[in-house]
């Protein structure tokens, strides 16, 4: 069921990270005291972070980072990178609408819409300011907000933002997207992960499209995990679904992931994509992409454009993985794309399996509240085109034996 919610619950608030939920006041003379206790509850729920900076040539086997195709360090991306910022300087210099937009953005932009099938493409600085974008700029005061109960904290942080009203509907559940548009007279949205970031499944797009046309609703999907790994070539789920070009629906992706460089991005029709160049705060209001993160970008898409066999790769990697877990007794999802998603015990044990693998040579992704919705912990791979399978099969055997 769809149940009215602005913004969506976040865990996150729940206690850790609001003074209002501290059980004291915070001493006399320091406004900030009331960390202190903060700190106390995420310790106590062993929830908390620490930043680990990596070294440059790192021995650990990587099934951490979100680089699905293995291209941020590939030679022609690199060079990309380097090539732009030999030519237009280490940074923008301002924003879009100043001086921030050089040719290469231009050029970008033009490839990435034909590459995934949409007439038009604007460049931002990162996938979440293009969430930000898109959910605000479409939604205003009337708008009906549809949000998936597990989408990502960029589409709910849109939803939390824009000038509509938010309605939170069952994860994946096209039939609550359908009661909750049916509660609304007027402009509409449903807002979806095309690829959940979390347990990597899939969102049923081409039922929620339907959903949507039949009640007059735009569709926006975050296609950040779907670019470069599903449809033809890897041209994303929008393409994948039948979706792409539709003049209802708007995709959004990152350069981060499969392009393995930096920055965001939004498709959709022409009149979108000019209506958030003139109303789309993170947009307007923040200094372009660095010209190297759009040279590499754009060297990493055409190379995608000529070597399309790793998408099918990194999806058969994740199978790989997937089978070899669950066949030694692990409680792993089936992925969707490249995430493969596997279940722990608790926070500190999932905090603990993660440090063992690491010791042994393996770095995966540790998901704990309150990043998870569900509140259960668990190891986050992700699959790389460019992982053999010894490197598969050894990163098996090391998560197998070092399993609480």
């Not at 990178?81 to 290469?104: D, F, I, P």
């Not at 599903?230 to 539709?246: E, K, T, V």
């Amino acid at each position: 069921m769809a149940t009215p919610a602005h913004p969506h619950a976040d865990p996150a608030h729940d206690r850790a990270g609001d003074p209002s939920a501290a059980h004291s006041a915070a001493p006399s003379g320091d406004p900030f005291g009331w960390l202190d206790e903060q700190a106390e509850l995420r310790r106590g729920a062993g929830l908390v972070r620490t930043l680990r900076p990596r070294p440059a040539d790192s021995p650990l086997l990587d099934l951490a980072s979100n680089d699905y195709l293995g291209l941020t360090r590939h030679p022609e991306v690199v060079e990309g990178a380097a090539l732009a910022a030999r030519t237009w300087g280490s940074g923008a210099t301002g924003s879009r609408l100043v001086t921030g937009t050089t040719e290469l953005h231009a050029q970008l932009e033009r490839e990435l819409a034909e590459f995934c099938g949409f007439e038009a493409a604007l460049v931002l600085s990162s996938g979440y300011a293009a969430n930000l974008a898109a959910v605000t700029a479409l939604a205003p005061h009337g708008t009906l907000v549809v949000s998936d109960a597990g989408n990502h904290a960029s589409l709910i942080d849109g939803c939390r933002l824009a000038r509509g009203t938010t309605a939170v509907a069952a994860h994946n559940d096209p039939e609550a997207v359908r009661k909750a548009l049916d509660t609304h007279r007027g402009p509409a949205l449903a807002v979806t992960d095309s690829v959940f970031s979390v347990d990597g499944d899939r969102a049923p797009l081409a039922e929620l499209a339907a959903v949507c046309r039949r009640f007059g609703a735009g569709l926006i999907l975050d296609d950040a995990h779907g670019l470069g790994v599903l449809g033809a070539g890897g041209r994303g789920a929008a393409q994948a679904a039948g979706l792409a070009g539709a003049p209802d629906v708007v995709a959004t992706l990152t350069l981060s992931k499969s392009l393995g460089s930096q920055g965001g991005a939004v498709l959709g029709p022409a009149k979108v994509i000019q209506h958030l160049v003139n109303t789309a705060r993170t947009f307007i209001f923040d200094t372009g992409l660095a010209p190297a993160a759009a040279g590499g970008a754009l060297a990493a898409l055409r190379l995608l454009r000529r070597e399309p066999a790793r998408a099918a790769r990194a999806r058969a990697v994740a199978t790989a993985l997937h089978a070899g877990l669950t066949g030694a007794g692990l409680q792993a999802v089936r992925p969707d794309a490249a995430v493969v998603s596997v279940r722990a015990p608790s926070p500190d044990e999932a905090v603990a399996w993660a440090a063992a693998c690491r010791a042994a040579g393996l770095l995966v992704g540790c998901f704990r509240p309150p990043s998870v919705p569900d509140g259960i912990s668990r190891l986050r791979l992700t699959a790389r085109a460019d992982l053999t399978d010894a490197e598969i099969e050894d990163a098996v055997r090391t998560i197998v034996r070092t399993a609480p």
